[in-house]
């Protein structure tokens, strides 16, 4: 009795205190036009509270958040957690359409959720047209009071927000290309926290600067927020130790470069370890396209430049030049994949998940570009993008999770396909313009899933058009990235490659270019969950689908109903 008596003492104790540590967390966001100076010339952009980025959330694990959203601007607007696994909060997680109606001009809208189960660098951003490339900021969740990093402390925790910067509306870019069935224009610059750095004209006094101490180690929280290019990233003369990924903590990795595609985070220490002196931190473009087609002209454009910070010693001579980091070509494609495979999961680490071994549902879903038919478009046919020869066409009248929670017909259909229609060569450039295959309806299709399922994607790029690197975003869980490779997935040989010990867990996966990337996740949380391209150029065109994953068979496992002040169509 005394035995049983003292157990559950331990046990309230630890509710007791696991409840204490949580707390709320409340912030407002006005999102209203604002000002800024950048490149010669001033724009008018949309922002949050008046700052490019916008605020910095910081949290800890267990937490409740609660943003006030108010839209001050012109556009509709929507916020996503990118990151976020929303556990039972769906209503929350931002993308338009999917989850929600937009919050109209004028309007507002409560976002409210508890950040249960992960930890680390996560972000915020805009899920309407172009937006997200002026409102974004950081959203840091540290461990809960009490509880330590995984590694050692740093002395000092740093936001890395790198960014695309354009000299135009970026609205009104992502108008014009959806009028005329094209790709955008180019972004004009890379940004640091915001600012382009010095290699840019009228530039000079626009840089980000990180002052260190010698001797400290300092954790970057570095977030690749630009819309459409995979960034490489360096600090002269240093190593960085990767900790942590999409909010997941990983085996230590040391690296000179540090790769990302549009969506991910990544943690690293950074040991200022070097002679007292300044060193210049920077960012170019990872352009992974290949050769165009034989009936294009030229390989696709993108923006070329380098943006650069600088990290500065404490003591270091004002005179001194800095020293600048020899970065890797635009088409360094080895090195993007050595560091994307090198990166392992922290077994038994802070909320460690381990891989799912009894697969429910197998899944095979070629990603890619294609036409579809446009009868004012030029050549009656424009700029279009599928998963499974499927292209996504969001719903107008009623948000999906609406539909889903409300029984609603005639939004979405429950049949996307688990293979694609036809088999065929999927990374021979001699398909890239094959008429056969280029043609994609336009559909709001769907993947149903039974409540804790596990699902097994193969992820398989294609040559349609051209071979690239596409950045696949999953709403609402992490996934275990399982392997990873070049040319068409091989079922018999490639499983053999997987890793089921420690694999690294993501919400965005870089799938390589030309090639293949293996995924496993647990359907464990019910509603409506986006999955989708994170390259902006792409994901107007149709590169998404979603998963509507079915309530399960108790109160904690069904989604609750919708907060009485969500936005309507």
């Known amino acids: 009795m005394l035995r049983l008596l003292f157990l559950l003492t331990c046990a309230l104790a630890l509710l007791t205190s696991s409840v204490a540590s949580a707390a709320i967390v409340e912030h407002s966001f006005h999102v209203k036009n604002l000002t800024v100076r950048r490149l010669c010339s001033e724009q008018v952009v949309t922002a949050v509270n008046g ?160 002052k260190v101490q010698k001797g400290k180690t300092y954790l970057l929280r570095i977030i690749n927020a630009a819309l459409n290019n995979q960034l490489f990233f360096k600090i002269a003369n240093h190593n960085m130790t990767v900790v942590a990924v999409d909010a997941g903590y990983t085996v230590p990795y040391i690296t000179d470069v540090v790769v990302t595609g549009p969506g991910q985070t990544v943690d690293v220490l950074l040991a200022a370890d070097q002679e007292v002196g300044s060193y210049f931190m920077a960012a170019n473009a990872y352009a992974s396209a290949g050769p165009a087609p034989p009936a294009f002209p030229a390989p696709p454009p993108f923006d070329n430049t380098t943006t650069r910070g600088i990290v500065v010693y404490e003591g270091a001579p004002t005179s001194a030049t800095p020293i600048m980091p020899l970065l890797p070509e635009f088409n360094d494609t080895p090195t993007a994949h050595k560091f994307f495979t090198s990166i392992t999961g922290l077994a038994g680490g802070p909320h460690w998940v381990p891989v799912p071994r009894q697969i429910d549902e197998h899944m095979f879903v070629t990603v890619g570009l294609g036409l579809s038919i446009c009868p004012t478009c030029l050549n009656r046919t424009r700029l279009s993008a599928s998963m499974n020869n499927f292209s996504f066409a969001r719903p107008t009248s009623l948000s999906m999770l609406q539909a889903f929670f409300f029984n609603v017909s005639g939004i979405y259909t429950p049949d996307f396909p688990d293979t694609p229609p036809v088999i065929f060569d999927y990374t021979n450039i001699i398909n890239a313009v094959n008429p056969s295959l280029l043609i994609t309806p336009k559909s709001t299709s769907v993947k149903v899933l039974k409540y804790n399922a596990a699902v097994e994607m193969v992820l398989q790029n294609t040559a349609l058009l051209g071979v690239e690197n596409h950045p696949i975003h999953l709403h609402g869980f992490n996934f275990h990235v399982l392997a990873q490779g070049f040319g068409n997935y091989d079922p018999v040989n490639d499983p053999k490659k997987f890793n089921l010990i420690n694999p690294q867990s993501r919400n965005t996966i870089n799938v390589p270019v030309g090639g293949w990337g293996v995924i496993r996740f647990t359907a464990n949380n019910p509603g409506v969950w986006f999955f989708h391209c994170h390259l902006d150029v792409h994901l107007p065109f149709g590169l998404a689908t979603a998963f509507v994953v079915e309530n399960g068979p108790t109160p904690e496992s069904t989604l609750p109903p919708p907060p009485v002040d969500l936005p309507q169509c």
């Open 51 to 210: 700052s490019l980025p916008g605020p910095t959330l910081r949290v800890r694990e267990g937490d409740t958040l609660i943003v006030h959203v108010f839209n001050k601007s012109p556009y509709n607007l929507t916020i996503h957690w990118h990151g976020v696994f929303q556990l039972l909060s769906a209503w929350a997680d931002g993308p338009n359409m999917v989850t929600q109606c937009p919050i109209p001009p004028g309007g507002k809208y409560t976002y409210k959720f508890e950040l249960l189960q992960q930890e680390g660098t996560l972000w915020w951003h805009a899920h309407v047209s172009f937006l997200r490339a002026t409102v974004y900021g950081a959203l840091v969740i540290r461990p809960r009071s009490g509880h330590r990093y995984p590694f050692p402390k740093p002395y000092r925790e740093v936001p890395i927000l790198l960014g695309e910067w354009w000299n135009a509306n970026v609205v009104d870019v992502e108008n014009q290309a959806e009028a005329i069935g094209a790709p955008p224009n180019i972004s004009d610059a890379y940004t640091i926290n915001g600012l382009p750095g010095d290699l840019y004209n009228c530039s000079q006094n626009r840089m980000y600067k990180l």
